[in-house]
């Protein structure tokens, strides 16, 4: 799956809500802790710079999609627990700037734009999903814990000759760093990773699928921070909710 379309992901991209000059939009960010000042000051313009070099095909979607989900951002929970106090604050910022609720919608738009679509992957891609989707059934039974299912993860990452660099746990989260050995596979005809993120990945995407239905949280390695490493984390799912990808319309103030 090659990913948008450049001139598509252009319009959705120059469509960014930029934050008014004034005292409105002074007031609504700082009760969302500056989030939106640090989106429109960093985020936004490594956004601008991701996109034009998906243009140039120097990256790939998902490399645009770990940026995007890098988003700063305004928690709205701890887990499924609802953070009463910030969503209040949520409500208030809304109130006071149309522009929250607008980043909001924007920025679900975008992600849309970005994410897999079950009708935009390839014959081969959809092969791949059910076949790691099937596996999944195999590898993951008799799990029930992020600690159980990383260790069970780690023993297939191995068995396809990937290298385990490094594990960690913290916060219910377990994190493997790994590096790939099909990562310049075909790099000179596809572009780094292509091979590895754009198409074997789709088996963990099974996985993820998998998991999901089970209450388990499986961020599979999207991209890597260098051309070496890559890595992927397991934790509960909670239901974590956060501005902008929560709007202020799904937040009932308590």
């Not at 990452?157 to 099909?182: H, L, M, Q």
Request: hydrophobic content about 35%; charged content about 30%.
């Amino acid at each position: 799956m090659a990913g948008p379309d450049p001139e598509e992901l252009r319009r959705v991209v120059e469509a960014f809500p930029a934050p008014p000059d004034g005292d409105q939009f002074e007031t609504a960010d700082e009760l969302l802790d500056g989030a939106y000042s640090r989106m429109a000051e960093s985020w936004y313009p490594a956004l601008r710079e991701l996109e034009a070099a998906y243009a140039d095909g120097d990256v790939l979607r998902e490399e645009l999609l770990a940026h995007v989900e890098a988003v700063p951002s305004f928690r709205l929970s701890d887990g499924a627990a609802p953070l009463r106090e910030r969503r209040r604050a949520l409500v208030e910022a809304d109130e006071t700037l149309d522009g929250v609720a607008a980043v909001a919608e924007w920025y679900d738009e975008l992600r849309a734009l970005l994410e897999d679509e079950p009708t935009d992957l390839t014959r081969l891609e959809r092969l791949l999903h059910g076949f790691g989707y099937a596996l999944a059934h195999v590898l993951f039974l008799g799990t029930s814990s992020p600690a159980q299912v990383v260790r069970r993860l780690r023993v297939a990452y191995r068995s396809v000759g990937v290298r385990i660099d490094g594990t960690d746990a913290a916060g219910g989260t377990e994190r493997t760093t790994f590096t790939c050995p099909y990562r310049n596979v075909a790099a000179s005809q596809c572009g780094k990773r292509w091979v590895c993120h754009e198409k074997l990945d789709r088996v963990d995407d099974g996985y993820v699928t998998y998991l999901a239905e089970r209450g388990i949280d499986y961020q599979r390695p999207r991209a890597c921070p260098n051309a070496e490493q890559c890595y992927s984390t397991v934790a509960r799912d909670g239901g974590d909710r956060w501005w902008p990808k929560t709007p202020p319309g799904d937040v009932s103030e308590p």
